[in-house]
């Protein structure tokens, strides 16, 4: 992997330099996108809950509805949409190079992507943080406990990094176990091979409760780092960022209203909320600086659903979600005490 | 009085402890203190992991669950096969649209038609079938595959080869029966074994332009439904990145070769520079060169199909490996061969195709066969530049939240997968050589 991490990353400085001037200075990409018929989105490798296949081969999760749901707000049509699973090494090379439109994946939002890369981070729809899964039986119940731990870390990753940092800042002593596969990983730590696993605390409550014996594990309360994780777009076409933008506040917003995919019709026509009839597009012309038709948060709405509703499904207790509770933590509205907060639409 | 017997003696049966099972076993297996104190050892750990794998593997698997939770409330120590089998689609054909699998499976169907004959005795031609295989077969399969529009060249090539392939079909049929050939036969049957050579062959080329111009026609009213090349995946599409790979690698791996050790100076270099370069380079760097850095040179918003450009890495890379075998096998020849190919009047082409060619394709068949199988293994690595092949979509099922975590059992699926095409190209491979030798066995 060391090789081709130096590869992509040659790749990807030439990548920006080059390509990132040309295709920036050329044709907007809304207008890119209309010509070719559908969007280009791209996620990573299946990850559980963000974006996974199916068993039929079909994109599910919640960084893939960020992308049909743009794709809806373009085209009124959430098929009219090309998923692009692409390595973590080539993410922004592709990007920058114009083979996405833009990016939906698990990709962390830092000061150094944003200002380096050529690229823009926009409205985050998940903020994660790295946390510790240990065995219940091992009396641990804080991380500051864990002197001397090994703990099962997954290699060329932040997560490996922060390990590092919270141990040296704490005086923990730790020593990792690093691994490439987050499968290996969790096996090694059921085998009794490490004390403790680390990881983005999502996928960690996802794969938790894939464990044979879920209830003999718990995860630790510290979260040591920060992990917004936001889409992103290439830097210099503030059309196509507003739009991405925007796509993801109406969902948000449209949580807060209350309208659903179920209920949007209805509201759409029945609704004396003035703020839902803008956002709706039954009155005034938010959709005219966004260059979209006006029934573009309502495609978006009824075809992909509310922040809300998505996350349940994907994230939360839904059918295909990974069980990791809402209430409480950051992914919250701000009403409930959480950081998803859209600007007001009008 | 005869000193000597009449009769031969008569032979007496090996000692009993040479012949028998337990002769045997105290012959091989207990012969010393030591050996025998092996022998328990390895039966011992022979028997624990064999049954240890039987046990979760067969008798503690789950062969029929809705998601891993349900496996594991059956058996919580058995693998759980419910996982691969849900996938199966995915894992042979990506994210084909399920209605219209049967073109892959048709395609697949076509291929063993094809390449049928080649294996029958009594069947003439088979150089010319094998040609066809790999020049017209891939226009029909790539159209069935993708399918769409179809342009004048392709109505062309598909025609050609539908041709091509009723042509084969019933020659190899009618060669069964009555080792005769196709032209032959249909010269007998209308009876005109006796006429001239030319009417006959104006009589064959009538009736390939008859059955050209009806199959035109024909093809002329059906089309297939596009289907993009994102969509393909699973074993389908290794098995179409290597089966291109192999195809292309012989012809370009001769040619190549014999450039390498042509007379001329500039041949000489440019050959020799392309396979030091191609072959001084791991195959995962010249994908990531093709994916990466040569949309960089297109002209702006020119996004070249990501398969395509994976082909043609695949292909130039084993080109290059298969230059080196076919050099080998060159140097293998003797040069009074090139000697007495050259007394008789033959030329290059003529010493090349007739003499030495012939010959020495013969020594390389193993090593060929190494690197096909090396080439098949070697696709899964377009997993990493973001194509879901067979060993990607192995890799996904422990992705999809029912099945989160499952990553077990599908990687020994695809180990057992791969082992059975492997296995099965090498079986053939020592069919080839035993098949082909000639003189010159040991």
Redo the contacts between chains.
């Keep these: 992997m060391k090789l081709q991490t130096l590869l992509a990353s040659v790749a990807a400085v030439a990548a920006v330099s080059i390509a990132g001037a040309t295709v920036a200075s050329a044709q907007s990409t809304l207008d890119i996108v209309k010509k070719r018929g559908h969007l280009r989105c791209q996620v990573g490798q299946p990850s559980p809950g963000y974006y996974n296949l199916d068993a039929n081969g079909n994109w599910y999760g919640l960084d893939v509805a960020n992308c049909q749901a743009v794709a809806a707000a373009i085209f009124g049509d959430k098929t009219k949409l090309e998923i692009q699973s692409v390595s973590s090494q080539m993410r922004f090379t592709a990007l920058a190079n114009g083979e996405s439109d833009m990016l939906s994946r698990t990709a962390t939002w830092t000061m150094s992507r944003d200002t380096q890369l050529g690229l823009d981070f926009l409205q985050p729809n998940f903020y994660d943080g790295q946390g510790f899964t240990v065995r219940k039986d091992s009396g641990i119940t804080s991380a500051l406990q864990m002197k001397g731990a090994k703990v099962c870390v997954l290699t060329g990753t932040t997560t490996e990094l922060n390990l590092a940092d919270f141990s040296r800042v704490n005086n923990l002593n730790i020593s990792a176990v690093t691994f490439e596969d987050f499968n290996v990983r969790d096996e090694t730590y059921l085998n009794g091979g490490c004390d403790s696993t680390t990881g983005d605390k999502s996928s960690m409550a996802g794969n938790l409760a894939a464990f044979p014996v879920p209830s003999d594990h718990i995860i630790l309360p510290e979260t040591i780092s920060k992990e917004p994780l936001a889409p992103a777009v290439r830097h210099g076409d503030s059309q196509w960022r507003d739009i991405v933008t925007w796509v993801v506040f109406a969902m948000i917003n449209a949580e807060e209203l209350g309208v659903t995919s179920a209920n949007v019709d209805d509201m759409r026509a029945n609704s004396d909320n003035v703020n839902i009839r803008r956002m709706l597009g039954v009155e005034g012309a938010l959709h005219e600086g966004l260059g979209l038709n006006k029934d573009w948060a309502y495609n978006v709405i009824k075809q992909v659903g509310n922040y809300g509703e998505n996350y349940e499904a994907y994230m939360g207790s839904g059918k295909l979600g990974i069980g990791i509770p809402r209430a409480g933590s950051a992914n919250a509205l701000w009403t409930d005490g959480g950081l998803m907060y859209s600007p007001p639409m009008r | 009085m005869a000193i000597v017997k009449a009769e031969k003696t008569p032979a007496r049966a090996a000692p009993i402890s040479e012949s028998s099972l337990i002769g045997w076993m105290r012959m091989h297996l207990f012969s010393s203190t030591f050996n025998s104190i092996l022998t328990v050892i390895s039966l011992y750990i022979i028997y624990i992991t064999v049954f240890g794998v039987w046990k979760w593997g067969v008798t503690d698997a789950v062969w029929v669950a809705g998601n ?2 349900e496996c ?1 409330n059956i058996s ?1 120590n058995g693998a759980c096969w419910a996982g691969v089998i ?2 199966l ?2 894992i042979f ?4 649209p ?1 209605e219209d699998l049967w073109r892959v499976n048709l395609g697949g169907l076509l291929l063993f038609i094809w390449m049928a004959p080649l294996w029958l005795p009594r069947v003439k031609a088979k150089v010319f079938i094998g040609l066809t295989t790999v020049f017209l077969y891939p226009f029909l399969a790539g159209y069935l595959f993708a399918g769409g529009e179809k342009g004048i060249f392709m109505q062309v090539m598909i025609t050609a080869a539908i041709v091509c392939l009723l042509g084969n079909t019933t020659h190899s049929i009618i060669g069964l029966f009555t080792g005769r050939s196709l032209p032959e036969f249909l010269i007998r049957l209308l009876g005109k074994n006796a006429a001239s050579e030319k009417s006959q062959r104006n009589i064959l080329l009538g009736i390939l332009v008859l059955s050209f111009a009806v199959v035109y026609i024909w093809q002329m009213g059906w089309s297939v439904e596009v289907v ?1 090349w ?2 393909w ?1 699973g074993l389908f599409l290794t098995l179409v990145i290597s089966g291109v790979g192999i195809a292309s690698a012989l012809p370009g791996g001769i040619i190549l070769a014999l450039g390498r050790r042509s007379k001329l100076p500039v041949v000489r270099v440019l050959s020799t520079a392309f396979i030091e370069l191609f072959r001084s380079v ?1 195959l ?2 010249v994908l ?2 093709a ?3 040569f ?2 040179f297109m002209p ?2 020119f ?1 070249l199909n990501k398969l395509v450009q994976v082909i043609i890495a695949v292909c130039l890379f084993n080109a290059c490996y298969m230059a080196e075998t076919v050099r080998a096998g060159l140097q293998a020849i003797p040069k009074g061969q090139f000697e007495g190919a050259h007394t008789i009047g033959l030329g290059y082409v003529g010493t090349m195709s007739l003499v030495v060619m012939p010959q020495a394709l013969k020594h390389m068949i193993p090593n060929i066969v190494g690197s096909f199988i090396g080439l098949l293994k070697d696709t899964t690595l377009v997993s ?3 194509l ?1 092949d067979i060993l ?2 192995l ?2 099922i ?5 099945w ?2 499952l ?2 059992e599908p990687l020994i699926f695809g180990a057992a997968l791969f082992f059975l095409i492997c296995f099965g190209m090498s079986k053939y491979s020592r069919h080839l050589e035993v098949k082909l030798s000639t003189g010159n066995k040991h």
């Design positions: 891993r939770r594991f919580i849900t996938w689609d995915n054909y990506g994210r084909y399920r993009p994102t969509k995946g791991p995962i760097t990531f060169m994916t990466t850095m949309p960089l702006e918003g996004v990493i530049i973001g879901f990607g979509m890799r996904s422990s992705r999809d939240t029912p989160l975590g990553h077990k």
